[in-house]
């Protein structure tokens, strides 16, 4: 009788983490905001996602200072562990900013940056899984996804930003505070490169 290989509890909490960002994201693109009142539901709801992600990265550590033994390298895990929460991180500052600038009618480039950082972390929770399943080489295509995604939203970025210099011509503020949320999910997306970098650089230590 053949029986199943218990998953590595490293991987397992990985995986949880990047389970519950792929959530969050989904969340964050297919919420509907009408009025200040989704704002705070958004927002409050992103936050949740953010906070279950700081439990899973504070148990990942906990753990980690506990093992004799990880299925990579230490430093490794703590370095995915700390950019994927980097990345979960993002999501929830760009909703606060939503919420604290009233952001209720999101203009056509926030949606699309938001549709490429959600294709990220679809990405990375399959990358994450082949981490888990220990097929390392077949991780690279997904991270070579990820940097395409990331170079689209540095592209995005310079478009957004010119477009609102070139159309919003009688309220300043409103410059401000988009091109901020604009460059808060461009963050976004090096974060998800960081998580690129950090699983290339596993498959060159252990493929």
Same mark, same amino acid.
């Given at each position: 009788? $053949?029986?199943? *290989?218990?998953?590595? *509890? ?9 389970? #519950? ?24 709801? $992103? ?9 899973? $990265? ?6 980690? #200072? ?7 390298? +230490? ?52 990358? =994450?899984?082949?981490?888990? #399943? ?5 991780? +690279? ?16 970025? *310079? ?11 009688? #309220? ?22 960081? $998580? ?6 596993? =498959?060159?230590?252990?493929?």
């Amino acid at each position: 009788m $053949v029986f199943a *290989r218990k998953k590595d *509890r490293f991987f397992e909490l990985l995986t949880d983490i990047a389970a #519950n960002t792929h959530k969050a994201s989904k969340y964050f693109k297919d919420f509907e905001i009408k009025n200040a009142h989704d704002l705070k539901t958004f927002f409050e709801t $992103v936050k949740e996602y953010e906070s279950k992600g700081d439990t899973i $990265v504070h148990t990942v550590i906990t753990e980690l #200072n506990q093992a004799f033994i990880t299925p990579i390298e +230490r430093e490794d895990i703590l370095q995915l562990t700390m950019i994927l929460d980097d990345v979960l991180d993002g999501f929830e500052q760009s909703a606060a900013l939503f919420e604290m600038y009233s952001v209720t009618n999101p203009t056509d480039h926030m949606k699309k940056f938001v549709g490429m950082l959600h294709e990220c972390t679809i990405e990375i929770a399959s990358a =994450i899984d082949l981490l888990s #399943n220990k097929k390392l080489t077949d991780m +690279r295509q997904h991270a070579i996804k990820i940097k395409e995604y990331e170079s689209n939203c540095d592209n995005l970025l *310079r478009t957004a930003v010119k477009n609102l210099f070139a159309t919003e011509k009688e #309220n300043p503020i409103k410059i401000i505070q988009y091109k901020e949320i604009y460059e808060t999910l461009e963050e976004i997306a090096d974060s998800c490169q960081g $998580v690129a970098n950090t699983l290339e650089s596993i =498959i060159m230590k252990n493929a």
